[in-house]
């Protein structure tokens, strides 16, 4: 796969490039380099490759030809793949020569026994490519680094800045809209070895962590020192700190604790000229100045790099239960989560699966030997004291009941809770166990206020019914947010035209209903042109003025949610 993308993007230039081991054998492997997303992971990486510099430029030149050709080529010339590539120029980066000084600079100010430099061409591969995402832009980066100190992050970026090498914040690795894609080559900054946490402030409820930590991992750590406490919110089970404050990402928790915004404190980030600030002291509560807070969480590394984060903290609650209901109709199902929303029944989560999606679980096998009804299925987490979780599972089946609700389940155990939510937790992974040779799933979302969750999901599933789709629907109902995920051929052109104006139109439907195009995933390089349909090209000029003031060269992850006004 790899071999072929890089051959193809070396097309417009003539040449014909093939990266070779030492045996002379081809060293691409997509089996070998395909991230398997385990619960609770903290994997490292292979230690980066010593080459000689003839042998990194090699690489770089094979692996960034694409992306750093890209930029030599002016308005008019560039391939227009998004609407934003048609009417905005790209900066100028590096040339070869300039990456080949950069990267000898970086290796002379950082020293050290260990080269933190990898030009490993399934490492390459690896962070300009992912399964996970439906947006793979054509180009890899032409090294990737693996600093371990903010220090060491500041002389990656301050040498970047003065050759114009792009900069790729790499955490996770989950995210679904091209987010760490590097169109335009330069430098992947993986901060594997960044994952510890830095300072724990039990009497504050409070935490300082590295943002290669993941969220499982940072809980993990918190239970074994009988902390009480817990950081809530919850994403894919692989998701990292760094970059679910890129996204601002959120998770089934939402609906009780909020998103990624409501739970930092503070950052200490590094700016695109080497500059290291921190945002805010350590107080949960301050009104001195901008809220950089806010500009940082959400703008996917386009700002600068996160290289440390204070999180707050929440009590672990007293009593927990689950419970999960079916419905004939998915408009019962989100009349109904509709329902207790208004009523103010303070659920810790409450999920919604179509019955594509339970059927999708059944036929994974993830949770076998349990057979799920496949019919649309509210899931619900309740917490607090014991007396408040029991009257909170009684409304609720009230309010599910009335609503045509049936065969209403809730746990009264652990082993029952686990149970119960394992089809909302497998519910990914089983729908990418059913690709086939050649499939791919598209995952997206959106957000709309949670009155008109049943109008749109409702529409959108009839589209995806009518042009024989193999799609389902699952999302935190709770706060207005669905996911569409859909199995397509990659190969069928006809195919894949249909899955891009089946969520086009699932946008658009969104944003006519006061609604968002992104709930969570955020935007990346996929979702460019509907963040323009969403806020219009003033709000674009001020975003744009912001990201020129802090990164005049442009190399902060370029190419992601807009791009630069010629």
Known sequence: MSATRLARAAKPFGRSLTCLNSTGKQRFSTSAIRRTCTSGSSEQPRQAS??????????????GLFGWGMSEFRHGSLPKTMLFDSLYAYPRYASMHEMKQALREIRQEIGGAEDIISTDPDDLHAHGYSEWSTSNPEGLPVA????????QVSTIARICHKYRVPIIPYSGGSSLEGNFSAPFGGIS?????????????????????????????????????????????????????GGMIGTNCSGTNAVKYGTMKDWVINLTVVLADGTVIKTRRRPRKSSAGY????????????????TEATLKLAVIPEEFSVAVVTFPSIRDAASAAAEVMQTGIPVAAMEIMDEVQMKVVN????????????MPTLFFKFSGTKAGVRENIGLVQKITKANKG????????????KLLWSARKESLWSMLALRKEGEEVWSTDVAVPFSRLADIIEVSKKEMD?????????????????????????????EVKKVEACVKNMVKRALEME??????????WGKKESLLWEVGEDTLGVMRAIKMALDPNWIMNPGKIFDRQS
């Open 50 to 63: 010593v080459w000689s510099y003839s042998g990194v430029m090699a690489v770089a030149a094979t692996a």
């Open 363 to 374: 036929m994974g096998g993830a949770t076998a030997p349990r057979v799920w009804k496949e």
């Open 515 to 524: 609604g968002t195009c992104t709930g969570e995933h955020s935007i990346g």
């Open 406 to 417: 049936s065969n209403f389940e809730f746990a009264k155990d652990a082993r029952e809770q």
């Open 189 to 241: 900054v993986d901060f594997a070895y960044m994952d510890r946490i830095v300072q724990f402030n039990k009497n504050d409820m409070d935490v300082v962590v590295q943002p290669s930590i993941g969220w499982q991992d940072l809980n993990e750590q918190l239970a074994k020192m009988e902390s009480g406490l817990f950081f809530p919110i919850d994403p894919g089970p692989s998701a990292k700190i």
């Open 144 to 151: 990737v680094a693996y600093p371990r100190s903010t220090e």
């Open 291 to 306: 809220n950089l807070n806010g500009l940082f969480v959400g703008s996917e590394g386009t700002l600068g790099l996160v």
């Open 466 to 494: 009518e042009l024989g789709l193999f799609a389902s629907i699952l999302g935190h109902i709770g706060d207005g947010n669905f996911h569409e995920s859909i199995i397509y051929n990659r190969r069928d052109k006809a």
